[in-house]
T-cell receptor, first 114, second 114 residues
Framework: GENVEQHPSTLSVQEGDSAVIKCTYS??????FPWYKQELGKGPQLIID?????GEKKDQRIAVTLNKTAKHFSLHITETQPEDSAVYFC?????????????FGAGTRLTVKP | GAVVSQHPSRVICKSGTSVKIECRSL??????MFWYRQFPKQSLMLMAT?????????EQGVEKDKFLINHASLTLSTLTVTSAHPEDSSFYIC??????????FGPGTRLLVL
């Protein structure tokens, strides 16, 4: 089955700096990789996703890069702001009966210091 | 679009009672819904996957008789924690998936069993 590893577990940056979170996956058949942001006491919110037919996707200050050969993908946040502080989860699909099944990384707690 | 609601947002109950949590997809039809459990500062642990009109598929170690899941329509799934005990206290989050792989999460339900 799919195994997703996420690093680092915690990340602290100064406001305005960039933050990078990395995930690796094990199933070479995986072709969809979402990133979620979870604020305290709330459910995860999808912030960006990428499919394996592209290597990079950007949405304003957020970008995701994918290296299918190495089986890893990364979340990049530029010009970080205090409101970016949250826990971020990556995920990769498990293919089987339910094509929505996902395995989530352990999460990265990002703190942006003003 | 892609809004998922959960009710209640938090519940406190006595040990031995049952608690029902509702998950609704408000603006799309969800062929599959997922139930997760999250302990403080930990990742999302998939409990079960439910498809509309069929029995839920439970993850290993999750008691199907204790965590009853009903997916009666394409917009509603319920999780009933039967005979709840203090160790069942947790943050329960549902997600809904449409035709593709993307999962959209509800805001979560915090359960406290006294």
């Amino acid at each position: 089955g799919e195994n997703v590893e996420q690093h680092p577990s915690t990340l602290s940056v100064q406001e305005g700096d960039s933050a990078v979170i990395k995930c690796t996956y094990s199933d070479s058949a995986s072709n969809y990789f979402p990133w979620y942001k979870q604020e305290l006491g709330k459910g995860p919110q999808l912030i960006i996703d990428i499919r394996s037919n592209v290597g990079e996707k950007k949405d304003q200050r957020i970008a995701v890069t994918l290296n299918k050969t190495a089986k890893h993908f990364s979340l990049h946040i530029t010009e970080t702001q205090p409101e970016d502080s949250a826990v971020y989860f990556c995920a990769a699909p498990i293919w089987g009966y339910n094509n929505n099944d996902m395995r989530f990384g352990a999460g990265t707690r990002l703190t942006v210091k003003p | 679009g892609a809004v998922v609601s959960q009710h209640p947002s938090r519940v406190i109950c006595k040990s031995g009672t049952s608690v029902k949590i509702e998950c609704r997809s408000l603006d799309f039809q969800a062929t599959t819904m997922f139930w997760y459990r999250q302990f403080p500062k930990q990742s999302l642990m998939l409990m079960a996957t439910s498809n509309e009109g069929s029995k839920a598929t439970y993850e290993q170690g999750v008691e199907k008789d204790k965590f009853l899941i009903n997916h009666a329509s394409l917009t509603l799934s319920t999780l009933t924690v039967t005979s709840a005990h203090p160790e069942d206290s947790s943050f329960y989050i549902c997600s809904a998936g449409g035709a593709q792989e993307t999962q959209y999460f509800g805001p979560g339900t915090r359960l406290l069993v006294l």
